[in-house]
């Protein structure tokens, strides 16, 4: 029997020690599951105190009875011998103890058998399993849109499980996977947390990699001036695994977003890129002008014409034959993101008005300072003719130009076509 008790005791030590959880917690859930089994067998459990000395292992329990005179006890159906004690037999313990006084005596633990002791034990098990997944739930619920380093533990047809640090499973469905993903038993991956939830008494954490909220988080790790909120991502849209089309927007006139997201010779991008199975990532300058943000969104494609309905949500887009294809994308996928990203309906058309022959502003670099042209093309001027037909007031305004600049930059590009 002593080694059915010695059985609680370590699974206490047990959990003590692999759970972490807290020894208060811990004792308390020990006191409530012998009270439990007290009551289950006497009826009543609140006569009894249960003392647990965690650093010793040891668990006393003491049961209090009230004295009764021996009248009482041999002929009123209230006596209760868990609850009482008739007077005489008090005497026996102490012979001072009188009629109302409480006799305190200790109970061994072996007292209530092996079964008892032993569904003790399962239910000591059961009460601190479901304590430790309300704490795993706790840990979790606060965290969704955070990205979690998780290790392969279990793969599945339809998900893959995964342990945390803490041995704690996370869970990641097939639709959350991106497409090239491929992972064996032991890597450790990178995802975000989508979704914590409790079914029954079992928390469910849900991780996804083709979630675009994943993709921010990554950007948010690898340029600081995202983490910082000098600049803002204002939307993001992913075909996982294929291309993403990011529009970014710079709160301090100094920083161009763009370059600060892809970083020198693309050394920020590229890491992301990386964690994504080489998806295509293109980031583009946010404009709150519609026309400029659909011809930014169509990149690579260079647009020739947007006009925008606003009203219905849709533009028409025109643009030279041979960047048709390109403002499309293989299998449409370009022209859709583009869609989502703007929020417009977008129709292409090729290009009908017949216009002379144009020439690419960075052809001029070595006439026109090239943070001149850069300047030009992050509004969308790509091209000598596209510039020229822009007023001074909108080159003053958007490119931030001065006006001596402007009419020396249109003198040269006027020469051009002159020639």
């Not at 647990?52 to 011998?81: L, Q």
């Not at 996928?333 to 002379?356: C, F, P, R």
Request: charged residues 35%.
């Amino acid at each position: 029997m002593a080694t059915t008790t010695k059985n609680l005791i370590e699974s206490f030590e047990e959990f003590k020690e692999l759970k972490g959880i807290d020894k208060t917690s811990l004792m308390s859930i020990l006191v409530d599951v012998i009270k439990h089994a007290i009551a289950k067998k006497y009826g009543k459990s609140n006569n009894y105190d249960v003392i647990i000395n965690p650093d010793k292992g040891d668990i006393e329990i003491w049961k209090n009875r009230t004295i009764v005179d021996d009248e009482f006890a041999e002929d009123s159906f209230e006596f209760d011998p868990n609850k009482h004690i008739s007077l005489s037999e008090a005497k026996k313990i102490d012979d001072s103890f009188e009629i109302g006084e409480v006799v305190t005596e200790q109970v061994d633990l072996e007292s209530f058998g092996r079964r008892t002791i032993l569904a003790m034990r399962q239910h000591l098990i059961q009460k601190i399993n479901e304590l430790e997944k309300t704490d795993v739930y706790n840990k979790y619920k606060d965290k969704v849109g955070e990205i979690v380093s998780a290790e392969v533990y279990q793969i599945w047809k339809n998900e893959i499980m995964f342990l945390d640090d803490e041995g704690n499973e996370l869970i990641m469905p097939r639709k959350e996977q991106i497409p090239t993903d491929f992972f064996k038993k032991g890597d450790i991956v990178k995802a975000v947390i989508t979704k914590v939830e409790m079914k029954g008494a079992t928390p469910i954490i849900q991780l996804s990699r083709t979630s675009p909220v994943f993709l921010e988080r990554l950007f948010e790790q690898e340029v600081p001036e995202i983490y910082d909120g000098i600049i803002v991502i204002k939307k993001i849209v992913r075909e996982p695994g294929e291309r993403a089309k990011v529009a970014v927007e710079s709160l301090d006139d100094r920083i161009d977003p763009v370059g600060a997201c892809v970083g020198i010779k693309g050394s920020r991008i590229h890491g992301i890129v990386k964690e994504l199975r080489n998806e295509n990532i293109d980031v583009i300058n946010y404009s709150p002008n519609p026309q400029i943000y659909i011809q930014r969104a169509l990149s690579p494609a260079k647009v020739s014409q947007v006009i925008v309905d606003e009203n219905n949500k849709r533009a028409e887009v025109y643009l030279k034959p041979d960047q048709i294809s390109i403002a499309i994308g293989k299998n449409g996928l370009n022209i859709k993101l583009a869609s989502k990203l703007t929020g417009y309906e977008i129709d292409v058309y090729k290009e009908e008005t017949e216009e002379l022959d144009d020439v690419e502003l960075v052809e001029f670099s070595d006439e026109i300072d090239m943070n001149i042209i850069e300047k030009l093309r992050s509004i969308g001027l790509d091209t000598a003719r596209q510039v020229l037909e822009k007023s001074d007031e909108d080159l003053e305004r958007l490119a931030h130009l001065d006006k001596e600049t402007i009419q020396k930059v249109k003198s040269i590009l006027q020469a051009e076509f002159e020639e």
